[in-house]
């Protein structure tokens, strides 16, 4: 597909694209509403992250947020009007955040979350499906859905993989909210860093990704692992040993193994 112009991302109301540094930024921009999720955002996230995965000045993606919260999940207007939606209706409206939540887990490009403040219900998803998560100590995490006769159903394909059916269960039949430490030894974030240091921290993991590693390699890499817990063991080790042979011939490896031989330095921005 063909790069969107970029004229089209500036017309976005709650959401900003940018690339600086070989990284591209999403940024929600709802700070008055606390991010917090309707139709038109889940709209705008994902043309943005189209955009950013065929993106040629973007490697690897941050997610972050304008204002003191990350995302609070769903928006209580659109809540509201949920109530007056029959099945058929629901069921396309399920179906599109379930696309962007899809979209964001199986993207091509790395995709770091850096909260900054609390990220709850939906928004704790978004955080979730991210490959990477970096918190301030302050954030709160949880899916409270239960507590409103609500699902938190989507989201809980993911998080099963992500750390494991008991856990799971915990965070998502409790409702409980839990703190930035919490979701770090649960496996949810991988690090918390201070707030004064966040985006900074964030900024030189992402550029180590571009410098240090293929992105050819981090792409067949993030599917592998997409796709492996689905299939039956024989059947990975087999689609294992292909990836392994298909990669063996690529350029970036030819050229990542003649460096490695002559001692000699790489950098995968070039």
Not at 4 to 20: D, G, H, S, V, W
Not at 106 to 127: P, R, S
Not at 142 to 155: D, N, R, S, Y
Request: aromatic residues 8%; charged residues 25%.
């Amino acid at each position: 597909m063909d790069n969107m112009p970029t004229q089209e991302l500036e017309a976005l109301r709650f959401i900003r694209y940018e690339a600086q540094d070989a990284i591209g930024y999403i940024t929600l921009n709802r700070p008055e509403k606390r991010n917090a999720l309707s139709a038109d955002m889940v709209t705008e996230l994902k043309q943005a992250f189209e955009f950013a995965e065929d993106d040629e000045a973007c490697k690897v993606i941050v997610l972050r947020a304008e204002g003191g919260a990350f995302c609070a999940g769903a928006d209580l207007a659109y809540i509201q009007e949920l109530q007056g939606f029959g099945y058929t209706d629901n069921l396309a409206d399920s179906t599109h955040l379930m696309q962007l939540f899809h979209q964001i887990y199986t993207l091509k490009k790395v995709v770091i979350a850096q909260v900054q403040g609390h990220a709850l219900a939906g928004g704790c998803g978004l955080a979730a499906l991210c490959d990477f998560a970096f918190a301030v100590p302050e954030a709160k995490f949880g899916f409270t859905e239960v507590k409103i006769g609500f699902l938190p159903a989507i989201v809980s394909v993911f998080l099963i993989r992500k750390i494991g059916e008991a856990r799971t269960k915990q965070l998502l039949l409790t409702g409980d909210i839990i703190s930035a430490q919490k979701a770090l030894d649960i496996h949810l974030v991988n690090e918390v860093v201070p707030a004064e240091t966040l985006a900074a921290h964030v900024y030189a993991f992402a550029r180590r990704l571009c410098v240090e590693n293929s992105a050819q390699s981090m792409e067949v890499t993030k599917e592998m692992l997409a796709r492996l817990p689905e299939m039956p063991l024989e059947d990975s080790l087999r689609y294992a040993a292909q990836l392994n042979a298909e990669a063996r011939g690529t350029l970036d490896c030819r050229r990542g193994i003649a460096a490695f031989l002559a001692k000699e330095k790489i950098s995968w921005e070039n």
